[in-house]
């Protein structure tokens, strides 16, 4: 097992990078846009650019492919994507146009680190203060051939680069691996989806206290969620789609304020 700390910048507890405090984060990964005001930062894709005089976090897919990859990795690594024993691609079934990286071997893991580490610099160099990590969970929609140990081990190696580079680094899901994501891995803080609607909320301030972003996606049970103590202080509800203003379905809210819509 790949050891961050053996390796790695020695970060004692909170890493600068990290977001500040309670601020209200709003998740723009369609693309970015002007943020409203009394927002505190942003979470935007790694091909757009950070937020000026905001906190703003750098999405980065490191367990599976972004869907215009696609190519890339089956030209240039076809050995790193995983497939089942006929040699079909496996494909996340929620996403069918994500391929799952094989993590099954150390060997593999570097290579695949190698790859993504190259959009975790990118991060650092467009002035981004923290990266995220998506689809660390991957191993749970592979049918038992990837592993927990494997996806903590190739997070330790993303922890590593971005550390080196300046950056905060997320666990962006993933509530089975306990504190192993922050022992094992060494994430400084947390990124989770509906951990409200799923009850998972303490499965993630319960290791990195209020260092933890909620995105909410289900309307219908907003108000719920704002009056759930358990929710991360830091949360906010999205659309589905992670539209723009400026297109027909977009929804933003942060507790205790009202749903905001689009056109």
């Known amino acids: 097992m790949w050891n961050a700390g053996s390796s790695s910048p020695t970060v004692k507890g909170r890493h600068p990078g990290a977001p500040p405090v309670g601020a209200v984060v709003d998740y723009q990964l369609s693309w970015g846009y002007r943020p409203a005001p009394g927002i505190g930062g942003v979470v935007r894709d790694v091909t757009d650019k950070p937020a000026p005089g905001l906190w703003s976090g750098c999405y980065v897919n490191g367990f599976q492919t972004q869907p215009g990859d696609r190519t890339m990795w089956l030209t240039r690594h076809p050995e790193l994507v995983l497939r089942d024993r006929s ?50 969970n991957s191993w749970t929609r592979s049918k038992g051939r990837l592993t927990a140990a494997g996806a903590v081990d190739l997070a330790a190696r993303y922890v590593t680069i971005g550390h080196r580079a300046g950056l905060a680094v997320a666990q962006k899901n993933g509530s089975e691996l306990g504190t192993r ?17 799923y009850d998972e909320c303490r499965a993630y301030t319960s290791v990195y206290g209020t260092a933890v972003l909620d995105v909410e996606y289900d309307r219908r049970r907003w108000p719920a969620v704002c009056s759930d103590r358990q929710r991360p202080s830091s949360t906010v509800l999205r659309d589905n789609g992670l539209r723009t203003p400026r297109q027909v379905g977009y929804v933003f809210a942060a507790c205790p304020s009202k749903v905001a819509t689009g056109r």
Do not use: Q, Y
């Open 87 to 136: 040699g079909k691609v496996v494909t996340d079934p929620g996403w069918p146009d994500e391929m799952l990286l094989d993590t099954r071997t150390a060997t593999k893991r570097a290579a695949i680190a190698k790859v993504v580490g190259a959009s975790i610099r990118t991060c650092a160099k467009k002035g981004f203060d923290a990266v995220e990590l998506d689809n660390l």
């Open 181 to 197: 994501g922050r022992d094992e891995a060494g994430f400084d803080f947390a990124i989770a989806e509906e951990c409200v609607r």
